[in-house]
């Protein structure tokens, strides 16, 4: 048995719309696609850069070949490689993510499973995703919303100034639920009751990171009087990262970015059922490569937003077909005239 072939691949993403939060805004996501080739298989990896998370094209091709994947053939097993990558240094998320969707995509075709099967899921196909809507102009926020035909929830970014009537302007479109994203952009107590109360009147059905990630003590009060459930998202990185979001928060926004992949993804969702936490599968701009591996743990979570490749101009991956908002395919391929 050979020794693993990889390529690494820089590519930036380009947004259709400019992606506004309430810290900043920007109109690329630099990525890197890793590729392991057998005689038979190809196999795809993907990292996903947001800038604010610190990693960069070159820290993850540098770490990849520091990590020397090379070095493993494809009867190694998955967990003893994943072990090693974990351990090799710490941080590095991303990078960790992209070997770990690639080899679970090279296993599952190997064994000739797909990736659901792979993790012990029969039912494949069950949540509809969220479609992501940035901090904009009311205007341009309800021509979004009239646009994402193909989508039965909308995701809407809050905590800039005119969150009220971006909220406003959707319902004035559509009564599809909603869910909010406020980034960490709240910064009072009583500022966020308020919010809640009224988000909870307009059909919001849960909120995504109130408050600044470490107010988990304000968070826990905002729980105690908020209609809407709490979900952790930049509270809440790794499996480590779980077991004290109880404390605050209904709910877990699970990233293979921040947690290094699929592995350490499924323990996170067996430990939050555990502790009777609600989760979302939740994605970075990502192209089908990462979506699809975050897709393969719909029917074992609560809420997906997986939008990415809906939200890139140049998606090197064929875009999954959606049905009722459903994703619909469980592997990746690589658009006929794409030559990665
Ligand atoms: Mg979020």
Not at 92 to 115: C, E, P, R, V
Not at 154 to 166: H, Q, S, T, V, Y
Request: hydrophobic content about 40%; charged content about 20%; aromatic content about 8%.
């Amino acid at each position: 048995m050979g020794n693993l072939k990889i390529s690494l691949i820089p590519y930036t993403y380009q947004l259709k719309h400019s992606f506004n939060l309430a810290i900043y805004s920007r109109t690329t996501t630099p990525a890197v696609l890793l590729k392991i080739q057998t005689p038979d298989i190809t196999a795809w990896g993907e990292a996903s850069l947001p800038p604010y998370l610190g990693e960069t094209q070159e820290s993850v091709m540098s770490f990849i070949n520091r990590f020397n994947l090379e070095r493993f053939s494809e009867s190694d097993s998955l967990e003893t490689i994943l072990h090693e990558v974990d351990n090799f240094e710490p941080n590095n998320t991303a990078a960790k993510a992209a070997i770990d969707i690639a080899l679970h995509n090279l296993k599952a075709q190997l064994g000739g499973i797909s990736l659901q099967q792979q993790f012990g899921i029969h039912t494949e196909f069950t949540l509809p995703t969220s479609y992501t809507i940035g901090i904009d102009s009311p205007e341009n926020v309800a021509s979004r919303a009239t646009e994402a035909k193909d989508f039965n929830v909308l995701k809407i970014k809050l905590g800039g100034a005119n969150d009220r009537e971006m909220i406003a302007a959707v319902r004035s479109v559509t009564d599809k639920p909603i869910y909010v994203d406020v980034n960490q952009g709240w910064k009072t107590l009583d500022q966020a009751e308020k919010e809640s109360d009224w988000l909870a009147k307009m059909g919001v059905v849960l909120i995504e990171q109130p408050f600044p990630k470490d107010w988990l003590e304000e968070t826990a009060r905002l729980r105690e009087k908020s209609p809407l459930p709490l979900f952790a998202d930049e509270s809440c990185q790794r499996l480590a990262d779980v077991e004290k979001m109880a404390q605050a928060f209904q709910g877990i926004n699970i990233k293979l970015m921040k947690c290094t992949g699929m592995a350490e993804a499924a323990k996170m969702i067996s430990l939050a059922r555990k502790l009777n936490l609600k989760i979302m599968m939740g994605s970075m701009t990502e192209s089908s490569v990462a979506t699809l591996a975050a897709n393969t743990f719909a029917p074992l979570v609560d809420f997906i937003d997986l939008d990415g490749p809906w939200l890139i101009a140049n998606n090197p991956f064929e875009t999954p077909k959606l049905q009722g908002g459903v994703l619909m395919e469980s592997s990746p391929k690589l658009q006929p005239e794409v030559n990665l």
